[in-house]
């Protein structure tokens, strides 16, 4: 499975950016999704998580409020809408996805994922 991730870019505290991921359409509906982010000498952390039937989502506490995930199966695609950015947002972006036979589970441990993007480097200035 091949993930395409972008969107990432450099903006200012307090401002906006959209991340996508793209898969192949043979997979897509049938996996749950994740964004995970790694800052400059930090562990991978999770930020996001989506359901197969897109109805389920979970969010790191650092992010809950600010950041939305959202899945457009028409178009094989994820998202990560991310408002009010802060310098500690500041990191590699990865979108990941794996086979869930349940609809509406959701999977924050990246241990469990198999699939991943190459990542997209969003830099948050104070």
């Known amino acids: 499975v091949q993930l395409q991730a972008s969107g990432g870019g450099s903006v200012q505290a307090g401002g906006s950016l959209r991340l996508s991921c793209a898969a192949s359409r043979r997979t897509f509906n049938m996996n749950v999704w994740g964004w995970f982010r790694q800052a400059p000498g930090k562990e991978r952390e999770f930020v996001a998580a989506?359901?197969?039937?897109?109805?389920?989502?979970h969010y790191a506490d650092s992010v809950k409020g600010r950041f939305t995930i959202s899945r457009a199966n028409a178009w094989n695609t994820v998202y990560l809408q991310m408002n009010s950015l802060k310098s500690d947002d500041t990191a590699i972006y990865y979108c990941a996805s794996v086979y869930a036979h349940r609809m509406e589970i959701v999977q924050v441990n990246p241990n469990e994922y198999q699939n991943w993007g190459q990542g997209t480097l969003v830099t948050v200035s104070s």
């Open positions: 989506i359901s197969r039937n897109g109805y389920n989502t």
